[in-house]
């Protein structure tokens, strides 16, 4: 049996899939991040994959061929020339990149995926300016970071997480606007998400009991990993990730770019995937319920019914799309007595910021809208999915699989962009 291992980087934790040929689950692993903004943020990502990794029933381990890792988007750290962190890790919502928004204006092109204040970009531009920028050498996603500790070959990351970097999705290039920048740090070599780098490291495959033929490949987003694992393959169909946030993916035959909204579009085969991410979601429930409080409390809301209450529901000020505001303020007031009330407000207000998401994509050009999948926690809520309908109007069904870890099982298997062969062919870099 030859199975395959897709790991998800998500803002609370990490989740493993291993898949055999035929897709189906063999076993699933979870750990729990300790830490969200501190120092040893980067420690806490390394322990994770290798616990993680410890969690594989041994029986599998030989018989794993390929492992791919996803991370959330845009999040970045600076590397010295062995691989080692000169600083902590910034964050996808981190917004320190505002500052370089004015001097971005004047060397991209307009409305560019780039002009955001949380673009990798701009937060690249940022560390340039600190005190640590000069113990730098390579600039990584987190996701490429990942993969490093593994295959042990630094600076190789996907198209998917460059893209917010500025790379060129269309024409598979570096920009020339973005060379001229002439930025002393290595920028990304870059293969289309899926390729295989490099075997597994061999110190590592000897300790976990691996193979010393399993295959490390280049990852992808948290995003589109979910929209692998969903089953929608139409263009019209989207799939809304509904974890810590709140991430939409539409397929497109059209790619839309816009950075007054948000809107960017990832490369997807022969077609694009349009989308946007905001920073509403489940984190800010989270803020308010346990789950156990989410589970009961949603059962007594009538999803039928409008809550009456109109909130943008934000852990602190700023959003990415569809309102692409660094200073957007939270709007979670005023509050009912009721927790029944407060949760039905939360719920529709988020749906509400999904539905103008949706909306805008097919403004700006996208495929009109015919299905949507659901995929992340907030997936095995009935009555938000009721409520989502409600705004949505088209179907409104959970994801074929809602792991994230899933689809990058998938992609490891060689299942979305071609081959997954080691090595690749040089020109792929």
């Known amino acids: 049996m030859k199975l395959y291992l897709g790991i998800d980087f998500g803002t609370s934790g990490a989740r493993g899939v291993i898949i055999d040929e035929q897709g189906k689950i063999q076993q699933q692993t979870r750990y729990t991040l300790e830490t969200s903004c501190c120092s040893d943020l980067a420690k806490d990502w390394q322990a994770g994959l290798f616990s993680l990794l410890k969690q594989i029933s041994q029986p599998w381990r030989q018989k794993i061929q390929a492992i791919a890792i996803d991370g959330t988007?845009?999040?970045?750290?600076?590397?010295?020339?062995?691989?080692?962190?000169?600083?902590?890790?910034?964050?996808?919502?981190?917004?320190?990149?505002?500052?370089?928004?004015?001097?971005?204006?004047?060397l991209v092109p307009a409305n560019h995926t780039v002009l955001s204040a949380t673009s990798s970009l701009a937060k690249l531009l940022w560390m340039a300016q600190q005190p640590f920028f000069s113990q730098g050498k390579y600039f990584l996603h987190q996701a490429d970071w990942l993969a490093f500790l593994l295959h042990g070959q630094l600076g190789i990351s996907d198209y998917h997480n460059v893209l917010k970097l500025g790379y060129d999705v269309e024409a598979l290039q570096y920009p020339?606007?973005?060379?001229?920048?002439?930025?002393?740090?290595?920028?990304?070599?870059?293969?289309?998400?899926?390729?295989?780098?490099?075997?597994?490291?061999?110190?590592?495959?000897?300790?976990?009991?691996?193979?010393?033929?399993?295959?490390?490949?280049?990852?992808?987003?948290?995003?589109?990993?979910?929209?692998?694992?969903?089953?929608?393959?139409?263009?019209?169909?989207?799939?809304t990730s509904l974890g810590s946030t709140l991430a939409l993916k539409l397929l497109s035959r059209n790619r839309i770019e816009d950075a007054r909204y948000g809107v960017y579009s990832h490369r997807f085969g022969d077609l694009w995937l349009v989308g946007g991410a905001s920073n509403t979601g489940g984190a800010v429930l989270r803020q308010f319920f346990t789950n156990a409080e989410l589970e009961r409390l949603s059962r007594e809301i009538d999803a039928s019914?409008?809550?009456?209450?109109?909130?943008?529901?934000?852990?602190?000020?700023?959003?990415?799309?569809?309102?692409?505001?660094?200073?957007?303020?939270?709007?979670?007031?005023?509050?009912?007595?009721?927790?029944?009330?407060?949760?039905?407000?939360?719920?529709?207000?988020?749906?509400?910021?999904?539905?103008?998401?949706y909306k805008?994509?097919?403004?700006?050009?996208?495929?009109?809208?015919?299905?949507?999948?659901?995929?992340?926690?907030?997936?095995?809520?009935?009555?938000?999915?009721?409520?989502?309908?409600?705004?949505?109007?088209?179907?409104?069904?959970?994801?074929?699989?809602?792991?994230?870890?899933?689809?990058?099982?998938?992609?490891?298997?060689?299942?979305?962009?071609?081959?997954?062969?080691?090595?690749?062919?040089?020109?792929?870099?």
Request: net charge neutral; aromatic share 8%.
């Open 176 to 239: 020339p606007w973005l060379e001229k920048l002439q930025i002393p740090v290595h920028l990304p070599k870059v293969v289309a998400p899926g390729t295989g780098v490099a075997p597994l490291r061999s110190d590592i495959a000897r300790e976990f009991g691996f193979s010393e033929d399993c295959l490390i490949c280049a990852g992808t987003t948290d995003s589109i990993a979910a929209f692998i694992a969903s089953g929608a393959k139409l263009p019209g169909e989207g799939v």
């Open 73 to 106: 988007s845009s999040t970045v750290l600076l590397c010295d020339a062995t691989g080692n962190p000169v600083s902590t890790p910034l964050l996808y919502n981190d917004s320190r990149g505002a500052a370089m928004l004015d001097k971005l204006k004047n």
């Open 305 to 357: 019914k409008p809550s009456g209450w109109d909130y943008y529901p934000l852990l602190k000020p700023g959003d990415r799309f569809p309102i692409n505001d660094p200073n957007l303020p939270p709007r979670l007031e005023p509050r009912p007595q009721s927790s029944v009330e407060f949760l039905h407000g939360l719920l529709e207000s988020i749906a509400r910021v999904e539905a103008l998401g």
């Open 360 to 429: 805008l994509l097919q403004k700006l050009g996208a495929e009109p809208l015919i299905r949507v999948y659901t995929a992340g926690g907030g997936a095995a809520n009935d009555t938000w999915t009721a409520i989502r309908k409600r705004y949505l109007q088209v179907p409104v069904m959970r994801s074929l699989h809602t792991e994230a870890a899933y689809g990058t099982a998938v992609l490891a298997m060689g299942g979305l962009c071609g081959s997954n062969k080691w090595p690749p062919k040089e020109e792929n870099y």
